[in-house]
């Protein structure tokens, strides 16, 4: 309950958010910057002609109900948009409000958290019936037997996980495994945070060192399964965002206790959990974060700014974030031995900054 209204703070995009269930029928979709102080700082240093944050993009999907996976609500259309996602952002409400209308009558985040993965589950378990029958029929083929073999193992242990109401992701498997049944998309593989929605009491009681039943009812179950949790007041950061004055923001801000938005919490959140890491490019023209995947080389991340970067790659001069601001210059920086010259075979850390010889 009110993943539109937190969709809208996010992208500060208009997405309908109404009083009544299942109010986004058409995906709404936003980009949103990644909030990186790193980059504030390096341009206070460089003070470029522009900045440029790194993005990651929040989809906002058809809600679900207790039936979506034999077609409830509209089920059969959030299924297919979630598949096509990297990251799940579960929210779940954790306030008591008579006006706002829960989609079963009565609060319960446990409950409704059951709800949601039984029929992701039930989903997923359609699916698994699917693509065991078509792993069946290509073991009759020689040449598919081994790779036959290897998908029906791991189909035949997460099928007890999913019959009972647990994702997949909760099941250790190896890198290999997990590549044996990609081609399924299953909904519950796909990591997932627990979002809290509160509101405004519930967020000055937390932030004052104060209790929420429900969100330790969420915190529970997600630590459980592994998965991050993220509190945030939908309606506040909905009504912050449309604030333009950065005094009139912080101020705002100072009322609940807190000193950024909850919502740069959730944007990490997802980031991290897309395996993503952040490098930098400086100069009088801009500073700029430039996403890679985690363990990427220097190579790949040269791919980031331009493919003729990867083909030609030469070499790469690097140094930390954390060395210009302590150094303040890049002079500075190579007198005391911390400017490096990298290689092919060098991989990227998250905070680097960077610059690429190359030559095509």
Request: glycine share 6%; proline share 4%.
């Amino acid at each position: 309950m009110g993943k539109s209204t937190i969709f809208s703070a996010l992208c500060s995009a208009p997405a309908e958010a109404a009083n009544y269930p299942f109010s986004t029928i058409v995906p709404n979709i936003g980009i949103v910057d990644v909030p990186d102080s790193r980059l504030t700082r390096l341009s206070d240093i460089f003070q470029p002609k522009r900045t440029i944050h790194a993005t990651v993009e929040f989809v906002d999907i058809s809600g679900l109900k207790k039936g979506s996976s034999k077609g409830e609500g509209l089920g059969n259309q959030f299924l297919s948009h979630i598949r096509e996602v990297g990251v799940i952002a579960h929210i779940v409400r954790c306030f008591d409000d008579p006006d706002v209308i829960h989609v079963s009558d009565k609060l319960n985040p446990a409950s409704d958290i059951e709800t949601i993965n039984i029929e992701l589950a039930l989903a997923d378990l359609d699916t698994l019936a699917k693509r065991k029958d078509r792993a069946e029929r290509a073991m009759k083929i020689k040449a598919e037997q081994k790779t036959s073999e290897l998908v029906l193992d791991v189909l035949e242990r997460i099928t007890p996980a999913l019959e009972d109401g647990r994702p997949i992701r909760s099941v250790e498997m190896s890198d290999e495994e997990r590549a044996a049944i990609y081609d399924c998309h299953f909904i519950t593989a796909k990591p997932q945070i627990y979002v809290c929605n509160v509101d405004e009491k519930g967020m000055k009681a937390i932030t004052g060192g104060g209790v929420n039943a429900y969100v330790e009812a969420v915190k529970k179950h997600a630590e459980a399964e592994g998965s991050p949790t993220v509190v945030i007041c939908g309606k506040f950061e909905a009504e912050l965002s449309l604030l333009e004055d950065p005094e009139e923001k912080r101020a705002f801000l100072e009322e609940l206790g807190l000193k950024e938005p909850s919502l740069s919490s959730l944007i990490h959140a997802a980031y991290d959990l897309l395996g993503l890491r952040t490098f930098f490019t400086t100069g009088e023209d801009e500073c700029r974060a430039w996403t890679i995947h985690a363990g990427a080389p220097a190579p790949k991340a040269a791919r980031a700014i331009h493919s003729d970067f990867e083909r030609g790659f030469i070499k790469a001069d690097v140094y930390t974030c954390e060395d210009i601001f302590h150094y303040g210059t890049e002079a500075k920086i190579k007198t005391a031995g911390k400017y490096r010259i990298e290689g092919k075979e060098y991989v990227v850390k998250d905070g680097d900054v960077m610059f690429f010889k190359f030559n095509v």
